[in-house]
């Protein structure tokens, strides 16, 4: 905004131009624009955004010459490393990690990081609730418990404030999810897992060149897991990859991964020691390589719309944005922001995402307390457990989920929208503005509707 217009004028130039946009230009909190806001969509309106985002994936025609190459060489297979040793190299240096391993996908990073920081079975790892499945399965894989740490509702991350009260005798590890890409307060959850002396694995699949405290996710802890899954910023279809500070607990990682071979300095037992196939492909690694740059560009362009989002978000009344760790960047793999039903004259957020959709506005709420869907009470109640856990502890644990109150509250107050629209123009994050503001305007209306 140039500095030397006076309010009034400001006003009447936008206004004329773009009469949605001006309540932009206001100061947090007030509604002073309201009358301006055109009737939403769903009240016959005209849409503020046309529909149809950037299609996800990508794909370059560039890319096809190297890809042809990785098949006609016909040497696919992990091998001696090859494209997925480049891969590795690349990604470490990208994050300032000591030492990456590429692996199958973000579930097997997390598995193989597990298994190596010695979680067994009947052990426990305090988890983040608030995060996709495949973290809860990636512990239960090893067949030990995921507890639940609670979430901080305004972060959507891990609170570390409820981690002391979960750790048992038998909790081995933690493991923050940095959900969406934004970073978890990694200094009191590391200065935890000291105290405990508990190993931490960052769950950071969703976490691609996010940053706290200027170092890269994926090096805040023991060992960190990404996914390159389809509908990630950096996809192979499938693919994931560990990273870490320490060449050791990498090398044993790279065993456990590659059916148990003696891998580095990592000696076994001379031959095998246990593992899996976890192995990346020459392909995906090729795959993978060749979109450094664009994930690189991309990330500045999704963080620079999304900071916008951010400092005008908070000026719509009942809307709030995520509260960040101090000095941390996310990548941000969706863009979350909090929604409070009562300031929308009780329009509830199910309707609230309904008019935003028929604003040409993707959104979703991804997580709900999926603790209570079965998946855990399947596990408890398997032979194995049972035999690892006594009754009264398992019962304990299904009840803990009851005290998950800021979970609770970031499950149902959570709205979000996809990363690929982080990546439009600016005049298509105003039409992202422009149509929440219509919806607050005439909640009253829509919560009739
Ligand atoms: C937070 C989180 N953890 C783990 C995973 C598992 O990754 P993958 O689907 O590559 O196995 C994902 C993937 O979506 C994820 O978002």
Known sequence: MNTNMNRRSFLKTTAASSAAFTWLAAPRGSNVFAAEAGKPALLGGKPAHKGGWLPWPQWREEWEPKMLEVYRSRKWFRGSGGHVADFEKAWAELLGAKKALGVASGTTSLIVSLHVMDVDAGDEVIVSPY??????????????????ADTDPATLTMDPKSIESRITERTRAIMPVHIYGMPCDMDPINAIAKKHNLAVVEDACQAWMGEYKGRKCGTLGDLGGFSFQESKHIPAGEGGAITGMNEDLIDRCNAYHNCGRATG???????????????????????????????????????????????????????????????????????????????FNGLTRDKFMRALQAEGVTCSSPYHEQYNDGLLDEAINSRGYKRLWGAERLKAYRDSFQDLKGNKQACETMVAIYQNMLLADRSEIEQILEAIQKIQVHSAALAKA
């Open 265 to 343: 300095k990592f000696k076994g037992t001379g031959n095998f020691t246990r593992g899996g196939n976890f192995r990346m492909t020459q392909a995906q690694a090729m795959l993978l390589l060749q979109q450094f740059d664009k994930l690189k560009e991309q990330t500045a362009i999704r963080r620079a719309n999304a900071d916008y989002l951010s400092a005008n978000l908070g000026k719509i009344t009942g809307i709030t944005p995520i509260r960040l760790p101090e000095n941390s960047r996310p990548s941000w793999h969706l863009y979350p922001f909090i929604y409070d039903t009562a300031k």
């Open 131 to 148: 995060t996709f499945i495949a973290s809860y399965n990636a512990i239960l894989t090893c067949k030990a418990l995921p507890v639940f």
